[in-house]
Structures are given as structure tokens and as C-alpha cells.
């Protein structure tokens, strides 16, 4: 499903893509990175030109949920940010369900209200501040999206948040997760991680802007391996877990309640 967003890189409007210079600066990389304003007000390029198949990872998620949301239920997109998957899953999800993104970034979330409501969904929907090491958010849902999300939970939270969204969701709903992966075989990991920065370089990158994203985000991403999170979804309870997307050390995984 195409990015809402392409194309649109000219015309003056208050959701306009600017560009992604955050980590020109060398001192970006004496902090860890933080989503916040700065990083909302260029976010969707930076997913588009850091993310491989971003617009393929919004199309699949569509049409997986498409088979699984129910009317009457929720649709939950966990770390939403500016609301990018909500807006490619307007179409093609039944009407009576209801769109409920959850974020812990209030810059982000403004971002995706602006978005979500210049759009105009043709559904119930809303936007929550909420911080998945503490809250539970996740009820009556069908469908709960995890995109680029599960990483970012730190690993001593992450298997009771992942029985929270088993909790949450109805029988024979899905939870649709996108993750940056780690390999245990040192050799591919090291390729698969020099391809990728190669992907950020065709996409306009420089080395250092890629280095100085790389130490901002030591602390804060925190992959795991694909079996580690196949095992986390297993010891919640899901009875089939399928990844269905590998791209290098990217990865994704539905999973059935």
C-alpha cells in the first residue's frame, strides 16, 4: 500500500515529509535517541529511508489484518507514531472496527492526530498516551499491530507485555510484529547488519550520520533473535506463530490466539 505521504514532499501543508538530518550533527550522537519533537516533525522519511520495504511492511500488515479484524472489536496499533499504518489500514479493514493507536511520545501522537484527522477515517478511532512498561492497553481487540515497537520495550518487560496483548485479544485474533533482528552466527550478522548500512546509503545516508544514529540508539534498541521472539510469543500462550517476512535482520511475525 503506498506511503499517504509520498509524493507530497512539495506541497506546503501542515503533514509535510521533511527531510531526515537528525544525525548530521555530531553532537546527536552524545545522547540516546529520543522520540520526541524533533524526531516527529521528520519521522516518516526517517522510517521510509531507514527502514527496508517500509511501505511493503504497511501493505502486509493490511492485508493480514484484513483477515482477522472484526467489527465490533479493536484494532490496536502499539507504538503508532504519526499514524502511517492506521492511515494504510483505513481501506482495507471492515468499517465497525475501531482504530486505537497507543504511543508514549506526546510529540508523535500530536502528529498522527493532524494526520488521522486531515484523512478523515471512515470508522471510530483513537489516539492514547501510553507507556507499555506500565500500562495495559490492549482490550476487546482482533487485530494488535507491533511495528518496529516489541524493540524498543525493555527486555525485562517484554514477556508480560506480550501476555498483556494475549490477554487482550479475543480467540482467533492476531498480534502482527515487525522487528529489527540479531543473529547468534556472528558471520551473518555482520553481513547482514554491512547490507543494511549499504540500504541507508542509497538512501541518501552519510557514514557518519549513520554512526551517529548507531550509538544514539545502543541503549534504546535492543534486538533479539528471531527464536527469542518466536519463544516469547509461545510462553504467552499463541498457538501459531509464523514469520512471514525476513529482510537481512529485519523481521515478521504473526501470531494467533
Known amino acids: 500500500m503506498a506511503d499517504p505521504d509520498r509524493g507530497d514532499r512539495n506541497r506546503a501543508s501542515p503533514c509535510r515529509l521533511l527531510?531526515?538530518?537528525?544525525?548530521?550533527?555530531?553532537?546527536?550522537?552524545?545522547?540516546?535517541?529520543?522520540?520526541?519533537?524533533?524526531?516527529?516533525?521528520?519521522?516518516?522519511?526517517?522510517?521510509?529511508?531507514?527502514?527496508?520495504?517500509?511501505?511493503?511492511?504497511?501493505?502486509?500488515?493490511?492485508?493480514?489484518?484484513?483477515?482477522?479484524?472484526?467489527?465490533?472489536?479493536?484494532?490496536?496499533?502499539?507504538?503508532?507514531?504519526?499514524?502511517?499504518?492506521?492511515?494504510?489500514?483505513?481501506?482495507?479493514?471492515?468499517?465497525?472496527?475501531?482504530?486505537?493507536?497507543?504511543?508514549?511520545?506526546?510529540?508523535?501522537?500530536?502528529?498522527?492526530?493532524?494526520?488521522?484527522?486531515?484523512?478523515?477515517?471512515?470508522?471510530?478511532?483513537?489516539?492514547?498516551?501510553?507507556?507499555?512498561?506500565?500500562?495495559?492497553?490492549?482490550?476487546?481487540?482482533?487485530?494488535?499491530?507491533?511495528?518496529?515497537?516489541?524493540?524498543?520495550?525493555?527486555?525485562?518487560?517484554?514477556?508480560?507485555?506480550?501476555?498483556?496483548?494475549?490477554?487482550?485479544?479475543r480467540p482467533q485474533g492476531c498480534v502482527i510484529v515487525f522487528e529489527k533482528v540479531t543473529l547468534s552466527d556472528s558471520l551473518f550478522n555482520r553481513l547482514f547488519i554491512r547490507y543494511y548500512y549499504e540500504l541507508k546509503r542509497r538512501n541518501g545516508y552519510s557514514d557518519s550520520e549513520i554512526a551517529h544514529k548507531r550509538e544514539a540508539l545502543e541503549n534504546v534498541l535492543i534486538p533479539y533473535r528471531p527464536d527469542e521472539n518466536r519463544d516469547l510469543l509461545l510462553g504467552a500462550g499463541f498457538s501459531h506463530v509464523e514469520e512471514f517476512f525476513r529482510w537481512y535482520n529485519f523481521s515478521g511475525v504473526i501470531a494467533v490466539k
Open 19 to 169: 527531510p531526515d538530518r537528525l544525525f548530521s550533527d555530531p553532537a546527536s550522537a552524545t545522547a540516546d535517541f529520543r522520540f520526541d519533537g524533533r524526531t516527529a516533525s521528520v519521522f516518516d522519511d526517517m522510517v521510509n529511508r531507514s527502514v527496508p520495504f517500509y511501505s511493503e511492511m504497511q501493505r502486509m500488515s493490511a492485508e493480514l489484518a484484513g483477515d482477522f479484524a472484526v467489527a465490533g472489536t479493536n484494532l490496536v496499533d502499539l507504538g503508532c507514531a504519526t499514524g502511517t499504518t492506521l492511515l494504510a489500514l483505513d481501506a482495507c479493514i471492515d468499517p465497525g472496527v475501531r482504530f486505537v493507536g497507543v504511543d508514549n511520545a506526546p510529540d508523535m501522537l500530536a502528529k498522527a492526530r493532524q494526520k488521522l484527522t486531515g484523512h478523515g477515517l471512515g470508522r471510530s478511532w483513537d489516539l492514547v498516551h501510553a507507556d507499555l512498561h506500565e500500562d495495559r492497553v490492549v482490550r476487546n481487540a482482533s487485530v494488535v499491530l507491533m511495528i518496529l515497537t516489541l524493540q524498543f520495550v525493555r527486555p525485562l518487560y517484554r514477556q508480560r507485555v506480550v501476555r498483556d496483548i494475549y490477554a487482550g485479544l
